[in-house]
């Protein structure tokens, strides 16, 4: 599902606001007929030797909008206008000037920089394949989006998914297309940094079709040593890494598997929830949920039902949630009286979490969590024995059998 969604939108992202104050860079910005009031930019960017992930929007204004940024190094924005409207561009702290046209994004002209005269030849290179998943993406998949946003019926859901199945071969092919272009030019340009820059498409797409790094890998290598070291050189190498330490993270919620212990303190209960103080004493069920996610929400009854039922049988429920702020939540667990199990969230800390900061001790740093609500079964043991994803009459039914076989009929 996240790699549907990836392709076909850019969703779930959580921007600030415009900021005024005086930046390392600066992005001023002109379009033509805009689709939208508002702008939305996100880039990667090194501080004190940590990543930090940037999210900002602007609202447009007779055609114009500004961004401040915060960069010390040439980097790749994507600059986003709604769903279906975005491009990505490379930026430099300096004061850079863009003027496009929302009939096509990718024929843009950026003033200010060096790296863009170093990007025309391959950008002209690639401006038909661009063009053709354009008018692919604008004409034919948007419109069927929209009308099935309208009216979310059965009838707009069937014609949507014949016409995406029709065109994502399409789809397919120029993307390939693309990436044998790309490639070609991370080859024959080791020492360019707009080569690191193309090698961030390659990894994104390993990334979406779950496909070997080992290509990437590669090409990174073929990289300069002073490419390597740049921004866009360490950036593609992390991307690397994180794609790797994901397929790996997923084999940790395979049943079968031993859980991986985790502590963390509860901002409900003030105590430390600790995974392993349960062995030998009890099953425990994990709920991976979101106050944002009504799946989940809708799951809550069910959960109330089989604590009050099993909880002094053996059983322990332990709620994780995954959220960008901390208010949704607390109210969430209030709302919902939610107190009675152990309660924590998947970050140590959910400030450091929302600026991009990682922390190997979080719980979502452990578990590959792909969908909302999850639940793990674990046994007395520490081992996986039962997985189920989403909220269904069917996952509450072999939930109960389960539980009634393990904890009723002895």
């Known amino acids: 599902m996240r790699k549907l969604l990836?392709?076909?939108?850019?969703?779930?992202?959580?921007?600030?606001a415009c900021t005024s104050s005086k930046q390392e860079a600066t992005l001023v910005g002109k379009i033509d007929n805009p689709i939208s009031d508002i702008v939305a930019i996100s880039y990667w960017t090194l501080e004190n030797d940590k990543w930090r992930h940037?999210?900002?929007?602007?609202?447009?204004?007779?055609?114009?909008?500004?961004?401040?940024?915060?960069?010390?190094?040439?980097?790749?924005?994507?600059?986003?206008?709604?769903?279906?409207?975005a491009i990505s561009i490379y930026i430099e702290p300096k004061q850079?000037?863009?003027?496009?046209?929302?009939?096509?994004?990718?024929?843009?002209?950026?003033?200010?920089?060096d790296s863009e005269k170093e990007y025309q030849p391959l950008k002209q290179q690639i401006a038909s394949l661009e063009d053709s998943l354009r008018v692919l993406v604008y004409d034919k998949i948007e419109p069927l989006v929209r009308q099935l946003e309208k009216n979310p019926n059965e009838e707009n859901f069937k014609a949507f998914q014949e016409e995406r199945e029709k065109l994502d071969p399409i789809r397919l092919l120029l993307n390939n297309k693309l990436e044998k272009i790309n490639i070609e030019y991370i080859k024959n340009?080791?020492?360019?940094?707009?080569?690191?820059?193309?090698?961030?498409y390659i990894i994104k797409r390993a990334e979406v079709y779950d496909s070997p790094t080992d290509s990437a890998k590669l090409l990174y290598n073929e990289l300069?040593?002073?490419?390597?070291?740049?921004?866009?050189?360490?950036?593609?190498?992390?991307?690397?890494?994180?794609?790797?330490d994901e397929k790996a993270l997923k084999e940790t919620t395979n049943i079968g598997q031993k859980a991986v212990d985790f502590s963390t303190y509860s901002l409900i209960s003030g105590d430390t929830v600790r995974l392993s103080d349960?062995?030998?004493?009890?099953?425990?069920?994990?709920?991976?949920?979101?106050?944002?996610?009504?799946?989940?929400?809708?799951?809550?009854?069910?959960?109330?039902?089989?604590?009050?039922?099993?909880?002094k049988k053996g059983l322990t429920i332990i709620g994780i949630a995954s959220e960008s702020k901390k208010e949704p939540y607390l109210d969430a667990v209030e709302k919902h009286n939610l107190k009675d199990w152990p309660?924590?969230?998947?970050?140590?800390?959910?400030?450091?979490?929302?600026k991009g900061n990682t922390n190997k001790e979080d719980v979502k740093n452990k578990y590959y969590i792909d969908s909302f609500p999850t639940y793990l079964l674990i046994d007395q043991n520490g081992i996986i024995i039962g997985k189920w994803k989403g909220t269904s009459e069917?996952?509450?039914k072999e939930i109960s059998a389960m539980l009634e076989k393990l904890l009723l009929k002895k």
């Open 343 to 354: 309660q924590i969230l998947d970050v140590q800390n959910i400030e450091e979490s929302a």
């Open 278 to 311: 349960y062995r030998g004493k009890s099953y425990v069920l994990l709920d991976f949920w979101g106050s944002w996610c009504r799946p989940c929400l809708q799951g809550i009854p069910f959960l109330k039902e089989i604590h009050k039922k099993y909880n």
């Open 189 to 200: 340009h080791p020492n360019s940094f707009i080569a690191a820059g193309q090698l961030l």
């Open 6 to 16: 990836y392709l076909i939108c850019f969703c779930g992202l959580f921007f600030s």
């Open 394 to 396: 069917e996952n509450d």
């Open 54 to 85: 940037i999210e900002d929007t602007c609202s447009i204004i007779d055609g114009k909008f500004s961004f401040d940024l915060h960069i010390n190094d040439l980097t790749k924005a994507d600059l986003i206008f709604n769903t279906f409207h």
């Open 96 to 113: 850079m000037e863009l003027s496009l046209s929302a009939k096509n994004l990718f024929d843009y002209k950026l003033t200010g920089t």
């Open 224 to 244: 300069s040593a002073k490419v390597k070291k740049s921004q866009l050189g360490l950036l593609a190498l992390k991307q690397i890494q994180d794609i790797d």
